[in-house]
T-cell receptor
Framework: DAKTTQPTSMDCAEGRAANLPCNHS???????VYWYRQIHSQGPQYIIH???NNETNEMASLIITEDRKSSTLILPHATLRDTAVYYC?????????????FGTGTRLTIIP | DTAVSQTPKYLVTQMGNDKSIKCEQN?????MYWYKQDSKKFLKIMFS???????INETVPNRFSPKSPDKAHLNLHINSLELGDSAVYFC?????????????FGSGTRLTVV
């Protein structure tokens, strides 16, 4: 699976949009971009994933650049409960041995 | 209803003991996983089972033995516990080995070896 690079930490004001960047310059054509988050002491939580088109669900939006070498997770109206570590993961989805490989993630702090 | 449940939530034990952590999922998923999160908060996969069959074993010491009696359960037995085994262990499940729709994680078991 391709390597990802994320900022170590970010702050965002409550009520504003939180934009979390991720670089994955070595991504290959059959690799998806996944985002998970881990709120303190809890298990990781799936947020969203995409291949090349932008995606949106009830939690967030995922913007993937045209060359697919980077992406941005957007939390449109951040709340204090969005304070967590956010992981960007790139992985192949096919038949065979599957695993999510977590990096160090971005620690997002929502400021009241 | 909890989708992926682990027991116990906390486990404190002495070095050399043998202990088990249980995991059950009620999502109808056929693939289950064990992850370890160490003190530096780094999450690392240990095992993966698909329909009771081991498909991933990430060079974990053989003191760790997963057991899957059916596709809804994946238990982790640890023999001769060592101080370095102290960590939070997370169970997860996904639909299919591809897990395309994402993994669902349990709330973790904090193991402390003294």
């Amino acid at each position: 699976d391709a390597k990802t690079t994320q900022p170590t930490s970010m702050d965002c004001a409550e009520g504003r949009a939180a934009n979390l960047p991720c670089n994955h310059s070595t991504i290959s054509g059959n690799e998806y971009v996944y985002w998970y988050r881990q709120i303190h002491s809890q298990g990781p939580q799936y947020i969203i994933h995409g291949l090349k088109n932008n995606e949106t669900n009830e939690m967030a939006s995922l913007i993937i650049t045209e060359d697919r070498k980077s992406s941005t997770l957007i939390l449109p109206h951040a709340t204090l409960r969005d304070t967590a570590v956010y992981y960007c993961i790139v992985r192949v989805v096919n038949f065979g041995n599957e695993k999510l490989t977590f990096g160090t993630g971005t620690r997002l702090t929502i400021i009241p | 209803d909890t989708a992926v449940s682990q027991t116990p939530k906390y486990l404190v034990t002495q070095m050399g003991n043998d202990k088990s952590i249980k995991c059950e999922q009620n999502l109808g998923h056929d693939t289950m996983y064990w992850y370890k999160q160490d003190s530096k908060k780094f999450l690392k996969i240990m095992f993966s089972y698909n329909n009771k069959e081991l498909i991933i074993n990430e060079t974990v010491p053989n003191r760790f033995s997963p057991k899957s009696p059916d596709k809804a359960h994946l238990n982790l037995h640890i023999n001769s516990l060592e101080l370095g085994d102290s960590a939070v262990y997370f169970c997860a499940s996904s639909q299919g080995a591809r897990g395309a729709r994402g993994y669902t994680f349990g709330s973790g078991t904090r193991l402390t070896v003294v």
